[in-house]
């Protein structure tokens, strides 16, 4: 897919990026550029990422390069909520339409926070995609530019990673109905598949094994299947000073396409792998 077809922002944005070099905060016609841009992402009618049809993640390449500029072309300003203080050159987000932001949610502009969204105390950073219905739950993280789906929960504590440089990495992806269980963590371009459940604590990075414990398979790195039950585990490996293990992700059980997430059903498989919720 091109980015002409894909990215609504303007050419003049890949135009500054060539001569970003120097641009400053007294570029007044590059800001009115960068800004218009931003505020393109801030309102969901343009997306650094989104799956294709072809099932791969596409980056627009345009809309990330918006979001670096902006740290050239805005100057470092004074802001205030409440008794706290901020300085920076990003404000916060104050779009949210059909949104519930409950005291201690923090998101800045050019994040986008569908209709339906809830957040608790929680941090949303620029370029980010939340869909409707999703569930920020509270100490979560969600990271510049990552992407996370309809009626996705992200529990407590949970940290999606940040994919700002380079302007054509893929970021972190959660597609919709997923379950993200608490203190897990989901960076370096990570993908959770549809109705995925992810235990509490796991680590997934991009290089990271993806293994089928019903066959030994490798499933893949990096991308957790759809509709599966999955958590942290490490696999043994030979070296010089002894066997060691090193982690992956382990694919429990595979659940029925469109399968509700039943707490007590799930509370099972993991104590089947004497495991805990």
């Known amino acids: 897919m091109s980015q002409s077809y894909l990215s609504p922002l303007p050419a003049a ?41 072809s099932g791969e993640v596409v980056v627009d390449e345009r809309a990330k390069r918006a979001i670096l500029l902006s740290f050239k072309v805005l100057g470092m300003a004074r802001s205030q909520v409440g008794d706290f203080q901020h300085h920076d050159r990003l404000p916060l987000k104050t779009t949210f339409d059909g949104v519930r932001v409950v005291p201690g949610a923090i998101a800045r502009w050019g994040s986008y926070l569908a209709p339906g969204v809830v957040l608790m105390p929680s941090f949303t950073n620029i370029g980010a995609f939340v869909d409707g219905g999703t569930m920020v739950d509270t100490w979560a993280t969600v990271g510049s530019c990552a992407q996370i789906g309809r009626n996705v929960h992200l529990s407590g504590g949970v940290g999606i990673g940040g994919v700002l440089e380079p302007p054509n990495a893929v970021p972190v992806v959660v597609e919709d109905d997923a379950l993200i269980g608490s203190r897990a963590m989901l960076v ?56 060691f293990g090193l982690p992956c992700v382990l694919v429990l059980k595979r659940l029925e396409p469109g399968q509700r997430h039943d707490k007590a059903a799930l509370n099972e498989v993991l104590r089947e792998h004497g495991l805990h919720a």
Do not use: H, Y
């Open 188 to 243: 370096e371009g990570a993908r959770v598949g549809r109705g995925a459940v992810v235990g509490a604590g796991t680590i997934l990075s991009a290089s990271m094994p993806v293994i089928d414990v019903q066959t030994g398979e490798e499933l893949g790195r990096g991308r957790i299947p759809d509709w599966c039950v999955a958590v942290g585990g490490t696999r043994p490996k030979e070296f010089p000073g002894g066997t």
């Open 13 to 53: 944005v890949d135009e500054l990026w060539s001569n970003r070099a120097q641009l400053s905060p007294s570029d007044s016609e590059a800001r009115g550029v960068v800004v218009a841009a931003i505020d393109q992402l801030d309102t969901g009618k343009a997306r650094v990422a989104a799956v294709a049809e």
